[in-house]
């Protein structure tokens, strides 16, 4: 990623891509701001609904792991135009928009592609108070690290995409993956918290190490401590 274009100093620019946060964060004013993130992924469980509220999720939740407010997303689908049924596409798009509207988020449009994989995912923009946003480089010497959920969904999935996992295994890790980030939101900003991730793709240690080299700081785990889901 280092050979990528910089972009030009923008003095509202508050988080860029430099410390690989969860969203990037645009000043409007002295008390607000927007939070942006963009996420889309391949199928990780097989009932195409559940792929929906999961997907919905997993994007609103970045917005909520700076400690931000979700508004408006956007959709987008690559779906093969010949040799999967549309109505797959029509229950992921259900699932999705249920999950938006469940957290009152707007659906306000969307793209789409034709393509062999399937994938599907949201743009989702929120707001925060500027003063008050959590971050990758917001961690300090003496800070305790809380987990809001076990670990081990990453792991579950693969499982399931090779049949290698039970439906009692399964069903925890996608109850867990259905857990949103939002009360986590409203305590980081009741308390100030001002270093925070959403642990997703780069499992524990893949974001701790960025955390710590955001934050130039050394991250000491208890892996004794860890909550893990089962199997």
């Known amino acids: 990623m280092s050979g990528l274009p910089k972009q030009p100093f923008?003095?509202?620019?508050?988080?860029?891509?430099?410390?690989?946060?969860?969203?990037?964060?645009?000043?409007?004013?002295?008390d607000l701001a927007i939070v942006q993130t963009l996420d889309f992924f391949t199928p990780i469980v097989d009932d195409p609904l559940v792929f929906g509220q999961i997907a919905a999720l997993n994007s609103i939740n970045d917005v909520w792991a700076m400690a931000g407010t979700p508004v408006t997303a956007m959709a987008i689908t690559c779906f093969p135009?010949?040799?999967?049924?549309?109505v797959i596409l029509g229950e992921i798009m259900r699932g999705g928009l249920e999950t938006l509207n469940k957290y009152e988020v707007t659906l306000i449009g969307g793209h789409s592609v034709d393509n062999e994989q399937i994938m599907f995912g949201y743009s989702v923009t929120g707001v925060i108070d500027p003063n008050k946003i959590a971050t990758n480089s917001g961690a300090r010497a003496g800070d305790v690290i809380i987990l809001t959920k076990p670990i081990g969904t990453g792991v579950i999935s693969t499982g399931i995409?090779?049949?290698?996992?039970?439906?009692g295994v399964a069903s925890k890790s996608v109850e867990t993956?259905?857990?949103?980030?939002?009360?986590?939101?409203?305590?980081?900003?009741?308390?100030?918290?001002?270093?925070?991730?959403?642990?997703?793709?780069?499992?524990?240690?893949?974001?701790?190490?960025?955390?710590?080299?955001?934050?130039?700081?050394?991250?000491e785990l208890d892996s004794k401590a860890v909550p893990l889901l089962e199997g």
């Open 10 to 30: 923008d003095k509202n620019l508050i988080v860029g891509f430099d410390t690989a946060d969860d969203a990037g964060v645009y000043r409007l004013r002295d």
């Open 81 to 86: 135009k010949k040799g999967v049924d549309p």
């Open 177 to 219: 993956m259905l857990t949103p980030g939002r009360y986590a939101a409203e305590a980081m900003r009741e308390f100030g918290v001002k270093g925070a991730t959403d642990v997703t793709g780069f499992a524990l240690l893949g974001h701790a190490w960025e955390m710590a080299k955001a934050s130039q700081v050394t991250i």
């Open 161 to 167: 995409k090779w049949g290698k996992t039970n439906e």
